[in-house]
C-alpha cells in the first residue's frame, strides 16, 4: 500500500522553480481556463509545445512523472473508445461535413471528422497536463498557501489549504498504523470475503482513523485560537517571495498568451477549428 | 462571512483525510474498475458536523488535490460538482442536530434526502452539463456517466455516511440523559 504514488514537490535550481509562487498559481490558472474553452486545434497544439518547452526548463525528469503520464495515457484511451461507443457521430455533428473512410456496420461509420474531434478531445485534455505537472512539481507547498491568499483568496481558507497540505502525511501514517493493528485483529477486505465482511471492514479502518482526526482538530483549532489566529483582517506569510523582474516578464507573456489564445479561438465565433469547409 | 478557528481546520484536516480515505480505502465491488469509495460518505459527515461552506470548500480543494495528485490535471467540471454537492449536503446541518447527540429515523431521513437530491441534481444533471459545455462530448456518455457515479455515490453516502453520523451521535452526551436515582 506504501508503493502508491503520489505527485509532489521535487526541489531544484531552475528559473521555473525561482519564480514567485503567485506567478505560477496566476499563470496555472489562466492556462487552464485558456484550454478549457479553446477547442481550437492550433491553439491546443501551440499551448502543449510551450508547455513542453517549459517542462524542459524545469528540468524535470522522465522518470519522475513517467508513471502519471501512463496512467493518463490509458485514461485518456479509454475516454477515446467511450465517445466513439456511444456516438460515432459526434464529430459529424460538429463539424457538420461527412466524409467516410470506411465502417463497420451502419450505426459504426470511421468519418475523418470524427477522428479529427477524437484527436481534439484528447490534445484538450492532455495540454493541461503539464502545466499541472509542473505547478505541482515545482511549487513549494508552504509557498502555495501565501500565493494563494496572494491571489486575493481569504487567509483563512489559503491557511485550511496549508493545513490539508501539512497533514496528509501524519494522516497517511495514523491510517497505516489502524490498518495494520486491523489486519491483525483478522479485518479482511479482500475479494475473499463477502461484500458486507468488507464493508463492515471499511468501517473499522475509516472509524478510527475519522474519530482520531476529529480530536487532531480540536486540539490544533484550540492551539491555533491560544496564539490569536484570525485577530487581525491580514497576515504575512513566511515563506511568500516578492516578485521579480522575472515574474513581471512572465506575467505580461501569459497575458498576451492569453489575448491570442481567446482571439484565434473566437474570432470566427466558433471554438472548433473546422478543417472541413473548404 | 467571518470562519471560525474550528471550521477552518477542521476543512484542512478533513480535506486530507479525505485524500487519504480516496487514495487507500474503497472497496473492490466486484464489477471490474468499479470501487465502493468512503471518500465521499466521508465528505457528507463532514458537511452535517460543519456545515454548507465548510462542505464546499472540502470537496473543492479535495477533488481537485486528488486529480492532480494522481492524474497530474484537474477536472473543473466534476471537481466544482463536488464542492457543490458538499453544499447541498452541508445544508442538512441546521436540521440536523448532531452535536446533541440526536440522530434518529427522522434525522437519517433528512440527511438521506438532502444526500440523494445534491447527487442527483449535481452528478446527474451539473456534471454532465459542464462536461458538454467544456469539453463538448457526447450527451448520452456523459448523462450515463453522471448518472452512475450519483448512484455509487449516494448508495455509499446512504450506507456508510449514516452509519459515520450514528456512531458519532453516540459519542455526544444526550441533554436530559441522566436520570435521578431513586
Not at chain 1, 464529430?91 to 474531434?117: A, C, D, M, P
Not at chain 2, 458536523?49 to 470537496?59: E, K, M, R, S, T
Amino acid at each position: 500500500m506504501s508503493s502508491v504514488k503520489m505527485l509532489s514537490y521535487i526541489k531544484r535550481d531552475t528559473p521555473v522553480h525561482n519564480l514567485c509562487g503567485v506567478t505560477k498559481l496566476v499563470v496555472f490558472l489562466a492556462w487552464t481556463i485558456v484550454c478549457m474553452l479553446s477547442y481550437d486545434t492550433r491553439v491546443l497544439l501551440v499551448t502543449l509545445c510551450f508547455s513542453l518547452i517549459i517542462f524542459k526548463l524545469a528540468r524535470i525528469r522522465w522518470r519522475e512523472v513517467r508513471f502519471v503520464l501512463a496512467f493518463i495515457g490509458f485514461f485518456l484511451l479509454l475516454n477515446d473508445v467511450a465517445i466513439y461507443i456511444f456516438s460515432p457521430e459526434e464529430g459529424v455533428n460538429i463539424y457538420g461535413t461527412r466524409h467516410v473512410l470506411f465502417q463497420f456496420s451502419s450505426r459504426y461509420t470511421v468519418t475523418k471528422e470524427q477522428l479529427f474531434y477524437l484527436f481534439n478531445v484528447t490534445l484538450k485534455y492532455l495540454t493541461v497536463v503539464p502545466v499541472a505537472l509542473l505547478f505541482l512539481i515545482t511549487t513549494d507547498p508552504s509557498e502555495f498557501a501565501a500565493s494563494l491568499s496572494g491571489i486575493g483568496i481569504t487567509y483563512r481558507i489559503s491557511y485550511a489549504v496549508s493545513i490539508t497540505l501539512r497533514y496528509i502525511a501524519d494522516i497517511q501514517n495514523d491510517f497505516h498504523n489502524i490498518s495494520q493493528a486491523q489486519q491483525a485483529r483478522g479485518v479482511d477486505l479482500s475479494k475473499n470475503v463477502s461484500l458486507k465482511k468488507r464493508i463492515s471492514g471499511i468501517a473499522s479502518i475509516a472509524v478510527p482513523l475519522i474519530f482520531s482526526s476529529l480530536e487532531r482538530i480540536d486540539l490544533i483549532s484550540n492551539a491555533m485560537d491560544l496564539r490569536g489566529f484570525g485577530k487581525h483582517k491580514i497576515r504575512t506569510w513566511y515563506s511568500a517571495r516578492p516578485f521579480k523582474t522575472a515574474d513581471y516578464i512572465v506575467l505580461a507573456g501569459m497575458v498576451l498568451f492569453v489575448l491570442v489564445g481567446l482571439y484565434v479561438t473566437f474570432h470566427d465565433g466558433e471554438r472548433f477549428f473546422n478543417p472541413f469547409v473548404p | 462571512m467571518k470562519l471560525n478557528t474550528r471550521t477552518i481546520v477542521a476543512i484542512g484536516i478533513g480535506a486530507a483525510v479525505f485524500l487519504v480515505l480516496n487514495r487507500f480505502v474503497s472497496i473492490p465491488s466486484g464489477i471490474p474498475n468499479t470501487t465502493i469509495n468512503t471518500a465521499y460518505a466521508f465528505l457528507a459527515f463532514l458537511a452535517v458536523l460543519f456545515g454548507p461552506i465548510a462542505g464546499a470548500l472540502v470537496g473543492f480543494i479535495d477533488h481537485a488535490l486528488t486529480d492532480a495528485t494522481a492524474y497530474g490535471s484537474i477536472w473543473w467540471s466534476w471537481v466544482i460538482v463536488s464542492a457543490f454537492v458538499g453544499a447541498i449536503i452541508g445544508l442538512a446541518w441546521k436540521r440536523i442536530d448532531i452535536e446533541k447527540g440526536i440522530f434518529g429515523g427522522k434525522e437519517i431521513l433528512t440527511f438521506n434526502i438532502y444526500q440523494i437530491v445534491a447527487n442527483a441534481v449535481g452528478w446527474g444533471l451539473l456534471a454532465p452539463v459542464l462536461d458538454i459545455i467544456i469539453y463538448a462530448e457526447p450527451s448520452d456518455k456523459v448523462f450515463l456517466q453522471g448518472a452512475v457515479a450519483g448512484l455509487a455515490n449516494i448508495v455509499t453516502i446512504a450506507v456508510i455516511g449514516t452509519i459515520f453520523l450514528a456512531i458519532y451521535a453516540k459519542t455526544r452526551t444526550k441533554t436530559g440523559s441522566l436520570s435521578k436515582e431513586s
